[in-house]
């Protein structure tokens, strides 16, 4: 209260508040709290009207937001989903603890489970669905260990299987966190990069809620996420926030684990995270559920008639919360209940032992319980549990609330016999001390509980099952004719991709599969007339007359739209395609996304994403628009982009390319859809296109292998003297085409022309033949650059990416290699200036070759010279790389 209002509050009859607070009372009681909800909702907007504006606090008090009162009956056996959970823990940890035992330094976490078991469990054993339509499931990945702890007891892992984690070059191995593509039949969802879980979880819900209101599949799946309270501090975790109230989507439910720790310290130890997280969600649109305090608090709270308790909370900052952890009941008598003679009070019948079992929320099935049904009842919003919890809960001295709980993997033997007694497990000294696994019989109360809870709901989870399913695809000749046909007309490799998909998305089985993302640049890759064609995406229809209504190409925004456009939002738009293009393993139903973005901001600025879309094994294509560092001419530094192909090369299931021509890319486009959905081939493709116009020549359909391997010789310009091959990809190779001419008839020089589709894939062909090779020394096989090739004359070889890009094929041949590449940062100028500027163009290449053929003494010196002087290279700048 600012010392003004307190000053009117002052000079306020006591008695016209009283007499306000006493109708709220007694409207109560007449018409319930629903009732008292309405009026104040009504006086509310008055006093808005009015200007009588308060700035009510975007959260709400420090404790749970469902009462005792209203938390219902809970439908489980306490007893033993606690003994249950206490298992799990123990397994958890001594999986951590065995496998830095055995082979040392593979790390682990033992606190973060400890922190969120309660939590899993309540999921486990009442929420999430498994089977046909199972729920989607975002496990907080420091916690893997205790989901591999239950799938031991459910029988689907051994304890092989546990004594193998971390250890995964071994066959039995576990992975760290969850990685579908280390354990393709357990996890779906990669989460151990921050921020990844939570966005994908957003745009899985969303693309459920997209199938369903494109009449392509009605599910009753929901997404759950459990992610830490660390991790919100990650921009991506809040990104997707309003997106997912703004389209309702009450499939979602999120669960903070809020230990109020991260790796180094507290999240916020000068404040309160959970008060934090609560305004964001809320201010974002979501329902916001608290779960703070245990049941043990319950009778407290009830004495508590002047809300001591909650002052004594909202005025205890986090860092004063986890030390209040850490420390003994007598501690927290002194510390946090004597600061408030009113709390001390309502305690003082409490020994210092009961004092230190009042548990945190995140810890009390009941409470959870109650949470995440609310959660489920509620309609039209996504709902966040803010559940708070202990790190290390149980560790004791080890690591409760301890600042260096993230990173203890091990408790000493008196440490872990506490742990026993406190879980009152079961397990003697000796077996403590070996960190044996503990499992109860098959017919034990425990697995038998465990086993029916997850027969009720469907079956187990995480289970990474699908039915597999294969999508014919219309032949190449059918859908990109104008592609393989020679024509005069110029046009950019952007334009042929969008004809090839236009008549892809006619297709009447494959069409509707489609869906082409965008994050809002479809104008300028000519794709506007998707709009009215397929609609865009929009839950709610279209909601006004758009300002184009009496166009063709006007902006539609239907229900049932195909198209999504995510607006500026590269994050989203990966994560809606990860969603789709994984819509075959998480719903048995193959969908072929399609985006189209800046190339620049694809891998650089979004590659942590796409990396975790590789890990989930998605089907789909990403198309680098505006591609090059020299072909996108007039935009500059920070949209020239020379450097995807290198990223993308680094990822072992994308098949990457860089076509120049048309026909090149309606052969990639085409084979990659048949074999990613017809074949069910687990890999995806990135193509570069570019926005330059020129035309396209015929190409002969039997090089169609040896453009999907990376390159093929384009013409032979050879003479029988002296000779030169030229490669290039992209735009660039027509650098490679208009040298060679010049090469021909100024100087005498032959030259191979060698279209290369992807430096990338020729390098996988020529890395597995080496391998072939050196372990089968007498079956040489030749690489298919050697195939092509057939000759030792030098190689130049060049493209609008860094010279590394290039390079990457130059170990592979003995023909002396001249990688170029347009190193440095990008600039604004013409496509001329800047390829001569960054020396790739036909001049440079004209030089490098007669360079190279000097250095062999295939030419002289004067002939280099004279070259030199008749293109006036300016050799006294800096190399473009410094410039
Ligand atoms: C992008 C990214 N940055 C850093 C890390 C390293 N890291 C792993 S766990 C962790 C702390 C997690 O804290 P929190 O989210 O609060 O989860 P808790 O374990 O406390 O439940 C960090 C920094 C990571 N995995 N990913």
Not at 104 to 110: A, D, F, L, M, Q
Not at 296 to 303: N, R, V
Not at 679 to 703: A, G, M, R
Not at 793 to 805: F, L, Q, W
Request: a negative charge; one cysteine or more.
């Amino acid at each position: 209260m600012s010392s003004e209002q307190q000053n009117i509050f002052e000079h306020l009859d006591p008695e016209e508040i009283h007499e306000w607070i006493q109708s709220l009372e007694g409207v109560i009681q007449r018409s319930g709290r629903e009732g008292a909800k309405v009026i104040l909702e009504a006086v509310e907007q008055r006093a808005k009207e009015l200007r009588v504006l308060y700035s009510p606090l975007p959260y709400s008090p420090y404790r749970n937001t469902i009462s005792q009162h209203d938390q219902g009956v809970y439908p489980g056996d306490l007893q033993i989903e606690e003994r249950i959970t206490a298992i799990l823990r123990w397994n958890a940890l001594a999986m951590v603890m065995k496998a830095n035992k055995n082979y040392g330094g593979v790390g682990g976490h033992i606190a973060s489970y400890a922190s969120c078991a309660e939590i899993f469990e309540t999921g486990f054993n009442h929420f999430f669905k498994g089977g046909k339509d199972a729920d989607l499931v975002f496990y907080q990945p420091h916690s893997s260990t205790g989901i591999y702890a239950r799938a031991f007891l459910e029988g689907r892992l051994t304890e092989n299987h546990l004594n193998n984690y971390r250890h995964e070059t071994k066959e039995d191995g576990l992975s760290s966190y969850c990685h579908p593509y280390l354990m393709k039949d357990f996890w779906s969802f990669p989460t151990g990069s921050m921020g990844i879980g939570p966005l994908s979880a957003i745009y899985q819900a969303r693309f459920l809620k997209y199938l369903e209101n494109r009449n392509l599949k009605k599910t009753n799946k929901r997404v759950w996420g459990v992610f830490g309270d660390g991790e919100m501090d990650e921009p991506e975790s809040l990104a997707g926030l309003s997106l997912a109230s703004r389209e309702n989507l009450d499939n979602l439910t999120f669960i903070i684990n809020c230990n109020l720790q991260r790796l180094d310290g507290p999240v916020r130890g000068n404040g309160q995270i959970i008060q934090e997280l609560e305004s964001l969600f809320k201010g974002a649109g979501w329902n916001v559920i608290k779960v703070l305090w245990g049941s043990e608090w319950d009778k407290i709270f009830l004495m508590d008639k002047n809300h001591s308790l909650l002052k004594r909370f909202a005025e205890t900052v986090d860092g004063a919360y986890q030390t209040l952890g850490a420390r003994d009941g007598a501690y927290n008598l002194n510390n946090f209940f004597g600061r408030n003679e009113e709390a001390l009070k309502l305690v003082s019948s409490m020994t210092d032992d009961e004092i230190d079992k009042l548990k945190r929320g995140g810890h009390d099935f009941k409470k959870l319980y109650s949470a995440f049904q609310l959660a489920t009842e509620t309609k039209g919003r996504p709902t966040v549990i803010l559940a708070k919890t202990k790190k290390g809960f149980g560790m004791g001295k080890a690591g409760e609330s301890k600042m260096t709980a993230h990173q203890a993997k091990e408790l000493d033997f008196d440490a872990l016999r506490e742990f026993r007694n406190r879980f009152k497990l079961d397990i003697p000294d000796n077996k403590l001390e070996n960190l044996e696994f503990y499992k109860p019989a098959d017919e034990s109360d425990e697995i038998k509980y465990l086993k029916q809870r997850r027969e009720k709901l469907g079956g187990f989870i995480p289970e990474r099952k699908f039915l597999k399913t294969s999508i014919s695809v219309p032949k190449l000749e059918e859908h990109s004719k104008f592609l393989i046909e020679k024509s005069d007309r110029e046009y950019s490799t952007t334009t042929s991709v969008i004809r090839s998909l236009g008549s892809i998305l006619k297709h009447k089985t494959l069409g509707p599969k489609v869906v082409p993302i965008v994050a809002d640049e479809a104008r300028t890759f000519g794709m506007a007339n998707l709009f009215s064609q397929i609609g865009i995406y929009s839950p709610k229809g279209q909601l006004y007359e758009p300002e184009d209504s009496t166009s063709i190409l006007k902006y539609l925004e239907s229900k049932d739209g195909q198209l999504l456009e995510e607006g500026i939002n590269e994050a989203g738009a990966i994560a809606s395609w990860s969603a789709a293009a994984t819509s075959y393993s998480n719903h048995s139903f193959p969908m072929m996304p399609f985006y189209i973005f800046y190339s620049m901001f694809g891998f650089q600025r979004v590659g942590d994403l796409i990396w975790a879309a590789a890990d989930q094994m998605p089907r789909g294509f990403l198309i680098g628009a505006t591609a090059g560092r020299t072909t996108l001419s007039g935009e500059g530094l920070q949209h020239q982009d020379g450097q995807s192909h290198l990223f993308a090369s680094t990822i072992s299931n994308l098949r990457s390319y860089d076509p120049c021509f048309a026909n090149e890319l309606a052969i990639i486009f085409d084979e990659g859809m048949r074999r990613m959905m017809q074949d069910q081939i687990d890999e995806f493709y990135y193509l570069t296109v570019y926005n330059e116009k020129y035309s396209h020549p015929e190409i002969n359909l039997s090089n169609k292998e040896d453009v999907m391997k990376g390159g093929y010789l384009f013409k032979d310009n050879t003479n029988d003297n002296i000779n030169i091959n030229l490669m290039g990809s992209g735009p660039i190779f027509r650098e490679c085409i208009k040298a060679s001419e010049i090469l021909k008839n100024e100087y005498g020089i032959g030259s191979k022309l060698f279209s290369i589709t992807s430096y990338t894939e020729l390098e996988k062909n020529c890395r597995e033949t080496k391998r072939h090779n050196l372990y089968n020394p007498s079956k040489i096989k030749k690489n298919h650059l050697e195939e092509i090739l057939g000759n030792n004359d030098p190689i130049i070889a060049t493209s609008d990416y860094v010279r590394a890009y290039a390079q990457m094929i130059s170990s592979y041949c003995t023909n002396k290699f001249v990688p170029m590449g347009t190193d440095g940062f990008g600039r604004s100028d013409t496509r001329d200036n800047l390829r001569d500027f960054f020396e790739i163009d036909y001049k440079h290449i004209i030089i490098e070759s007669l360079f190279s053929l000097f250095e062999e003494r295939k030419i002289s010196l004067d002939k280099l010279e004279d070259a030199l002087k008749t293109y006036q290279f300016q050799s006294n700048l800096d190399h473009p790389w410094k410039r």
